[in-house]
């Protein structure tokens, strides 16, 4: 029995991640896949998964390239901690057990950034 809810949580992963792929939107991307993997494990919560994937989507992302000078690194650090901070507030209940909501979600990150850009 838990052999095939294995095999049928890795055929949605699949199918999921053809469709998830090409959407480019690479925080959707992310979160989605980090959090279908976090889930297949039995021990974790929703909540745990949530709170790793928003950690791990948001500090692998966007403007750490390049060549860019301490004060810029520094901003960019604090952008992504106040991101982090209103999107675990803000977004971590639209997530549900086997459903992601990875543009939702994307969406409540994308408005936390936003909130987040006038204060850094």
Partial sequence: MESMKLRALVMALMFMGIFVGQSGAAFTDCY???FIFCMIDPSETVCKCTTKCLKQCIFNSDSDSGSVSTNNKIDSSNHKFCKLGCALSA????SKKHQPNGEKMDDCVGSCSKNCTKSY
Avoid: E, K, M, N
Avoid at 91 to 94: H, P, Q
């Fill in 32 to 34: 989605t896949r980090c």
């Fill in 91 to 94: 977004c971590s209940t639209l």
